[in-house]
């Protein structure tokens, strides 16, 4: 048994001082108000580890190149370093055979007991080709019977698909939703209609609001419009001051609430690696905060999640609170993980200690402070 006593605790609700968390076989036993004299004394605000939804690589390796066991395992720890304790590994559009691949390493990698790992975010390749980014257009393709099949398999771990509804029936939606799958929107120019038939069929969510959708207008709201205006439905925002100006942030923020907004890196192989990339053979480089193609195209993002968290608190003028909780507790609720995001009795004893800067400093996974 150890007593942790930090100066300030987040539960995944609110921030508490003075308060002790007693950890147990790698679970949280109890969460006291006073912290007994033989607690461990931590300096910092302990939280929830962060759960990232959206990682397509890490410590220069992209997921896309390698679905891998050992890539899997190179890309968790490099985000581990920013605080980070369970990601979705995500698939950017590839081939059926890739996508495969990719589900057998998710499951391999649970197998081998490979820590920071949640499961998996296949982004694409059901996507609206005008509304692609980066994502190769030969790629692209409806869903089908063989995609179902294989979506639908029944596995240990959490799987989120980011289909567009203009490319996937709202039937396969009520299937995918029935079967367990989180189905989020994104890459789409679907009509507002589109949209909210597939919310009402089972989507329940929103891949990185504004980014790869059309504006939102006053008579054609669109994709961004029932994002905001839908009170269930759960949003990803790439918080890195790039893909989204800060006053977008600021008014997507006040619309969905830090209990529908989660916090996601998009992150690509730069976080914790080097400078420069290829995706899909085309090089992808790191200027000024952004990866872009040579054709000035962005490319996921060159953010952590610790970062995320501070630019919630400088750029969305988000609480301590709702910043931490769109980094914990809410990202844990839309994949429907219910022991991790927050710090309560029987939860994963996975923690990450901040300074205050909000900066990482410590991690524990499983009650086992990594070093």
Known sequence: MTVLAPTRLFDGETLRTG?????????????????????????????????????????????????????????????????????????????????????????????????????????????????????????????????????????????????????????????????????????????????????????????????????????????????????????GLILDGIHVHPVSARAAFRAKTARRMMLVSDAMATVGGGADMELFGEKVSLSEGALRTPSGTLAGAHLDMSGAVRNALAMMWASEAEALRMATRTPAEFLGVDDRGRIASGARADFVLLDSHFKAQGVWIAGKRLS
Do not use: Y
């Open 19 to 235: 308060a002790a968390v007693v950890v147990e076989d790698g679970r949280i036993s109890a969460v006291l108000d006073t912290a007994p004299a033989d607690g461990i004394r931590i300096d910092g605000l302990l939280a929830p580890g962060f759960i990232d939804v959206q990682v397509n690589g890490g410590g220069g390796v992209l997921f896309n190149d390698a679905p891998t066991v050992d890539a899997l395992r190179t890309i968790t720890a490099a985000h581990q370093a920013f605080g980070v304790t369970g990601i979705m590994a995500t698939l950017i559009s590839d081939s059926r055979e890739k996508t495969a691949a990719a589900l057998d390493a998710v499951s391999g990698a649970f197998a081998v007991g490979v820590d920071g790992l949640i499961g998996l975010h296949l982004e694409g390749p059901w996507l609206s080709e005008p509304r692609r980014g980066v994502h190769p257009a030969a790629n692209l393709r409806p869903l089908d019977e063989v995609d179902l099949i294989m979506l639908t398999a029944r596995r240990g771990f959490p799987l989120m698909v980011t289909v567009a509804p203009e490319r996937v029936s709202p039937d396969d939606i009520r299937t995918l939703a029935g079967e367990g799958v989180r189905v989020c929107l994104g890459h789409t120019a679907a009509t507002t209609e589109r949209v909210e038939e597939a919310l009402a069929a089972g989507a329940s969510g929103f891949t990185h609001l504004f980014n790869a959708m059309p504006t939102m207008e006053s008579r054609n709201p669109g994709p961004v419009g029932v994002a905001l205006a839908h009170t269930e439905a759960f949003t």
